[in-house]
């Protein structure tokens, strides 16, 4: 992968993924790998969102269900917009989708990424919601929601705009690549920006959303009243802010090592980190939908409808209820059943019920002296 660099840059860097390898297999395993990433993580994203939408419309949604479904939605478009970028660069080896996309695309998902960061930070604005029981009831004034992501898009749009502006489409032999090349003229402010933006846009809002939920963690399992039901909500924003610091830090490593001109760092590195950063759109809906309650009885749920509409053509079968919990359904189901046995027919009902109504009363019996002849 190594390319000569010219004299009046000050750094030169791949976009849109790894161009240029010499490896066959790494050719033939990172766009397998990156589609299965991608398709497993847009399923579990989407069942999420599913889960949320239904929430919400049957009225028990939430300001941190509002901030988790955006949360979805940003790893949705980083799976279905960016890994595929990447997934076909890796295979090609060079760059095939035209100077827009090699404009874009770090821009894009340095977006998404920087917004996914900041929208878990926003979380803990919602801790009212966590501290007093209101995440099972409606969200009534969710203005703020909107104007706090409105307001993280925008910023989350800006911060990357270098990305878009010193990418650009050079030849190589009969290809072209896609790289990202810094003039000297330009190199002592960007080096400035390239500390201040990862700084402001990944350490910090991880750092704080990490320290406020441990110990509002700890808080909540030894001072709350009842602290079950947060510390279960709290845990599983920890897990996420946890997740996302630790699996974008080779990300964010490997792109302040080379825009601070320093030498070039290993290409496997660049490459793991890069599997990472997808992986870790992945992982969330996984972790939400494990750790948290209302997710996971959203997803049972969604597949006791799913059966239901399967079974429609087989009258005999009725599907469960699940407005309630497993000992519930499995007492209507019970109660189902007894019903079923007790009833009968109108026919033989009738039948039944004139053999039993057979007794003769005495004061009505036309032969009373047959009566007394069989009693003696």
Known sequence: MDIDRRANVSFFDFVGGVQLLQ????????????????????????LVLLIFIRDFRNGVGSEVKALLA??????????????????????????????????TTDWFQH????????????????????????DTRPCHSPTWIHAALALIWIVSMMFPIPQMLFASLQPYGRD????????????D??????????TVTFVVPVTFS???????????????PSPQHQSKVILVLLCLSSALGLMLL???GTFTWIRLGYNNPPVGLVIFAQVLLYACSSISPVILMTMYDDVRQGLIAIWFTATCRGSKHVPS????????????????????????????????????TGRRNTHIEEEQDPVPWEREEKML
């Not at 402010?189 to 990862?198: D, E, Q, S, V």
């Not at 990490?210 to 709350?224: E, F, P």
């Not at 699940?322 to 079923?340: K, L, P, W």
């Open 23 to 46: 490896r066959e297999d790494i050719r033939t395993a990172m766009p397998v790998i990156l589609i299965g990433i991608c398709v497993s993580g847009a399923v579990g994203n989407l």
């Open 189 to 198: 402010f960007m080096k400035l920006f390239y500390k201040i933006y990862p």
């Open 111 to 134: 977006s998404c990424v920087v917004a996914k960061t900041l929208i878990l930070a926003v979380t803990t604005r919602a801790k009212h919601t966590l501290g007093s029981s209101v």
């Open 70 to 103: 955006s949360l979805a939605s940003t790893d949705l478009m980083i799976l279905l917009l960016c890994a595929p970028v990447r997934a076909v660069t890796y295979y090609k080896q060079t760059w095939t989708l035209g100077s827009f996309v090699c404009n």
């Open 176 to 187: 072209s690549i896609c790289v990202s090349v810094m003039p000297v003229c330009a190199s």
């Open 317 to 352: 079968i009725k599907c469960p209820k699940t407005e309630g919990n497993g000992a519930e359904v499995g007492v209507n189901d019970m109660a189902n059943a007894a019903s079923q046995e007790e009833k009968t027919f109108p026919d033989v009902e009738h039948f039944w």
């Open 210 to 224: 990490i320290a406020y939920y441990t110990k509002t963690l700890h808080t909540a399992v030894n001072h709350a």
């Open 250 to 252: 080779p990300e964010w």
